[in-house]
Every structure is written in C-alpha cells, then in structure tokens.
C-alpha cells in the first residue's frame, strides 16, 4: 500500500485501470446473462469489444470462477460450447450493475449542477433569449434544467451546426450558445457569420 495514494501516479493508473477492467467485465458478464454465447467473437460482437480483449477478460473470469463452459446442443446431431455464468457470476454482475449505475448517476448529477451554474451565469449577464447551437437532445436537457431552476431564460431555436446560425436573424436572440464553443471555433463562427462576439457564448 502506497503512504499516499491520491498523489501517486503509479497507483493512480493502477486505480484507473482496474476501474477499466471491471467495466469490461460487467459488460461480457451481462451479454453472457442474456445472450447465448458458443464463441468469443459472438461475444466480442454483442458487447462492443475488441476480440483481444475479450480472449483476455474472458481468461480472468473463467479463473475467478464467475464464468463457465457449459454443454450447448445447437441441434440433434451437435454439441457445442456455451459460456455461462456461475451462480458467483450472476453476484458479481448485479454488484457492478449497481456500482456502475451509481457512478453515471454521480456524473449525471454532477453535470446538471455544472450546466445550472452556467445557465445561471448567462441570465445575471442579462440574456434571456439563448439560440442553442449543437444536438438537440442537448437542447432539451438544457430546457429541462432551466424549468428546473425556474431560470428567465428561453431557448428560442436550435441550430444543429455553426453553419445554420447564419440563417438565424441575430435580432431575434441575445446570445448563441456554441456547443463546440473552442477559441478556434468562435473566430471561425465571428468571420463566416459576422455576428458580434458578444453575442456568442461557448457552452462549456
């Protein structure tokens, strides 16, 4: 054990990537719970993941006991491979489930307070009319914090790239709210578009 681990790189990527390993063991885990897998390539396929990792998480599990290769008669005349969960498998994959829903929500939450604050920022400026420039699913998660925080805000349109925002009279907005807001973008956005600067605002 490290006198301090919080500062030591070493154990820092240690942490990081055991952390990797056990997202990619629930990922094989919950395939295996609700698919039927006779090869690692089938497996590879249904969880997203490259083969060579699945030979080596596949490897650690049938060691660990969690995973099994069981009998499968895929027709009358031949027998096959299945693998299987192991009833300490089955455990192990509804533990993660659980410490993996946890760590979004954390994050999701996380994000929420960050977007608010930034909302919030915008509105003491003054702006009350935002032109959302990026996904619209974005958008719509923006619209439900600002009901949320009963901001004076309104999205009054959403443009899904910096190219649609010339198309958008700059009267009818105070600010666009660039998704991809980098400093490279926003000099870019103010030759093309010829909006002011002020009236642009980067999202993160």
């Not at 596949?58 to 299945?82: M, T």
């Not at 659980?98 to 608010?116: G, I, M, P, Q």
Request: proline residues 3%; contains cysteine; glycine residues 4%.
């Amino acid at each position: 054990m490290f006198k301090d681990e919080h500062n030591n790189p070493y154990f820092e990527m240690t942490r990081k990537n055991h952390m990797e390993f056990s997202k990619r063991e629930f990922e094989i885990l919950d395939v295996l719970d609700n698919q039927v897998i006779t090869t690692q390539r089938q497996l590879s396929e249904f969880a997203g993941i490259s083969l060579g990792q699945v030979n080596y998480v596949i490897k650690s599990l049938l060691e660990k006991g969690l995973v099994k290769l069981g009998d499968f008669r895929k027709n009358p005349r031949k027998i096959s491979y299945a693998y299987l969960l192991t009833p300490r498998g089955i455990d192990t994959k509804s533990k993660l489930a659980v410490k993996f829903v946890t760590a979004k929500l954390r994050e999701y939450h996380s994000l929420r307070n960050r977007l608010a604050k930034k909302l919030n920022a915008i509105e003491k400026k003054g702006h009350v009319r935002i032109m959302f420039v990026g996904p619209k699913m974005v958008k719509e998660f923006l619209g439900s914090i600002i009901k949320e925080n009963n901001l004076d805000l309104v999205l009054v349109g959403c443009c899904q790239n910096r190219k649609d925002l010339k198309d958008c009279k700059p009267e009818t907005y105070d600010v666009a709210l660039l998704f991809d807001g980098s400093n490279a973008n926003f000099k870019k956005t103010k030759s093309t578009i010829r909006i002011p600067q002020n009236k642009m605002l980067p999202f993160w």
